[in-house]
């Protein structure tokens, strides 16, 4: 992929898109391309367009952001066909979801009562979400995404096992207020309704 898509991708996604490392190797979220089938994780959903149970209401992609000219740029190179999954709003944040066109999950966020706080970005871990290692699906620095089915609550922790943030999980969503910016938690907890850690995700 060139450097010129790359750079107009960052410039268009307000929230940097973060890189980690697991025992599975160099793990990443990121607004580029990619290419491979379109697979969705056997063990969670496969019957299911995100593996989840929220499977939302399909929505023209050219609905989501409207008017925001670099972020509908960031879904077209990101290969987001012309339908998202409008999963619901929570605390004031509508979620959407696609599958892109090699099989990996794009996320599109909306403050709807905010003009520019708004972001899309792309996981390119594989398998990806939704798998046993990977149960949460958030933005970098902010508790927004999504979540596995089962998973009640996420968090944010430090290298110690602070909790730096938590919010509950409500139809697969969760979003938080608080934004602690890239780089400040070490870990990213998927919790069950019994408050026991499901999973754990080290974070760059």
Known sequence: MNTD??????????VPAPARTSRHGRRRYAVVLVAAALLVPVAYGADRLLG?????TAVPTSSVLPGQ??????????????????????NG??????RN???????????????????????????????PDDRVLSFPGQLQGIAAD???????????GAVLDSTPVT?????SGTRLGPGVAA??????????VVSRQKLP
């Open 52 to 56: 989840i149970s929220n499977e939302g």
């Open 150 to 160: 089962g998973v009640a609550s996420v968090q944010f922790v430090d290298g110690a």
């Open 5 to 14: 898509v790359i750079a107009r991708l960052a410039a268009a996604n307000p």
């Open 171 to 175: 139809d697969n969503l969760f979003a």
């Open 101 to 131: 066109g090699g099989g990996h999950i794009c996320l599109a966020i909306d403050h709807v009562a905010e003009t520019y706080d708004k972001g899309v970005f792309c996981d390119l871990n594989e398998p990806g979400f939704p798998s």
């Open 69 to 90: 000219s670099q972020l509908d740029q960031a879904l077209r190179d990101m290969q987001v066909g012309d339908t998202m999954q409008m999963l619901g709003t929570v």
């Open 187 to 196: 870990y990213i907890e998927a919790l069950d309704a019994n408050g026991s």
């Open 93 to 98: 944040v509508r979620i959407y979801a696609a």
